[in-house]
Nanobody, 121 residues
Framework: QVQLVESGGGLVQPGGSLRLSCVAS????????MGWYRQAPGKQRELVGT???????NFADSVKGRFTISRDNAKNTVYLQMNSLKPEDTAVYYC???????????????WGQGTQVTVSS
């Protein structure tokens, strides 16, 4: 079992920056892919970006070049750095930890409670 707690959301002006944090209850980064997702009202939850245990990063086209993901293993924390924010980035942002067990493809999938990001002037 893994608990994830997001923080750092809030109100920011267009063009501004914000850093979200996701603290895991234990160090899982050697096995899990960490992801950030977001969900705006009336929309499906969408993938923002991922960071694998091996350090590979991938981002949705909508945020590529503006957002980045990093981690601090000692703090069991993953960060989402958001720059050049746009109103369309407004959403609840969720931290995700996902692992597919190699032996039988059993999936472990954990979610944080979400943190609200509002981009508005």
């Amino acid at each position: 079992q893994v608990q994830l707690v997001e923080s750092g959301g809030g109100l920011v002006q267009p063009g501004g920056s914000l850093r979200l944090s996701c603290v895991a209850s234990r160090n899982i980064f050697n096995f899990y892919t960490m992801g950030w997702y977001r969900q705006a009202p009336g929309k499906q939850r969408e993938l923002v970006g991922t960071l694998t245990s091996g350090g590979s990063r991938n981002f949705a086209d909508s945020v590529k070049g503006r957002f980045t993901i990093s981690r601090d293993n000692a703090k069991n924390t993953v960060y989402l750095q958001m720059n050049s924010l746009k109103p369309e980035d407004t959403a609840v942002y969720y931290c995700n930890a996902r692992r597919t067990r190699a032996t039988d493809y059993l999936e472990y999938n954990y979610w944080g409670q979400g943190t609200q990001v509002t981009v508005s002037s």
